[in-house]
């Protein structure tokens, strides 16, 4: 993977690049929709390559392994040919999944023993475990297996839990350096940030991290409930200390407006299950703020659904027939609704990196907040 910073801001952090891979090139700033299971729900891949023009997708480690499981993915050759998705992908490595699991695992030195959420099968992820898996997946970019702690988190806890991640980190190096990828392209390494809202412990963690020196860097356990101010304070800590020659991911955020300010901050790659998820529940993002589809207001308004928008759905569906068909489970309803946020969330970052390029991000950034910030 290489990594090249093509423009920055006058008056923020904010920064434009390329990310190439062996799938291909991937501009920053970048959302990736996330496909869990390997699928971006309620979207067919031709539409997220040629509608919503997606350029690196996201899977689950956890879920992978589960469902449909590490034979048939390696007999297949890899998530991109079980797929069908030709461009980068990008796995977490488990760990946030494992930690939603508080009632079903138990972490020690060796690694975190849960027990499957579909069957109630007992596993053990160990670092290295963690690698192979990924391996066998076959992402472009994996991800370090780590701890995410929970907000509101103890110092002492997020303390030992830091410490046990940057142990964890050298063993996912070791592993990932003595084995080769399966398939016939290469595969990259991110090791990820923690020290939940301690500030001693994000440099920390960050100066570490940026010691081990990979080819890219994330910032975890944030957005899991603290507030906002607390994740832009973090953010800005972490991203003064990881090397600026290298992308910087900020895992499962957030809302349109928290994608803007972390790429003032100097964020270039984000993901979340807001636009997918939201979409599905009748909330829609817009240019213009948010709207949720299921008010009255919108039984009769016949207008589209955004009407300046280059999407044939955006275009071609009214508000009152997507409320309808929300109102009514329709399936239709959710393929529509996850089409226009994804679609509108990759607007958002190449409008963005756009604007950083032209030198005018910063005060269109600061309307655009406002803006996409309101309830319609």
Known sequence: MKFKLEASDKFSK?????????????????????????????????????????QIILGNTYHLYLRPGLDVLEKAGGLHKFNGWDKPILTDSGGYQVYSLTEVRKIKEEGVTFRSHIDGSKH???????????????????????????????????????????????????????????????QTLFPIVQGSVYKDLRIKSAEFIASMNRE????????????????????????????????????????????????????????????????????????????????????DDFSAIEEDSDLFADREYSKAYLRHLIHSKEILGAQIATLHNLHFYLWLVTEARQQIIAGSFYDWKNKMVVKLSQRL
Not at 239 to 257: E, Q, S
């Open 216 to 299: 890219g860097n994330a910032i975890g356990g944030l957005s899991v409930g603290e507030p906002a101010e607390e994740m832009y304070a973090m953010t800005e800590v972490v991203c003064n200390i990881l090397p600026g020659d290298k992308p910087r991911y900020l895992m499962g955020v957030g809302t349109p407006a928290n994608i803007l300010e972390n790429i003032a901050l100097g964020v270039d790659m984000f993901d979340c299950v807001m636009p997918t998820r939201n979409a599905r529940n009748g909330m829609l993002f817009t240019k213009n703020g948010i709207i949720n589809i299921k008010n009255e207001k919108w039984k």
């Open 124 to 186: 053990l992820f160990t670092p290295e475990y963690a690698m192979d898996i990924q391996r066998i997946i076959g992402a472009d970019i994996i991800m370090a297996f780590d701890e995410c702690t929970p907000y509101p988190c103890e110092y002492g806890y997020a303390r030992r839990s830091v410490d046990m991640t940057h142990r964890w980190l050298k063993r996912c190096c070791e592993r990932f350096d003595s084995t080769d990828p399966k398939y016939d392209y290469s």
């Open 14 to 54: 904010a920064r434009a690049g390329e990310i190439v891979t062996d799938h291909g090139t991937i501009q920053t700033p970048i959302f990736m929709p996330v496909g869990t299971a390997g699928s971006v729900k309620a979207v067919h891949q031709r539409e997220l390559k040629n509608d919503i023009e997606a």
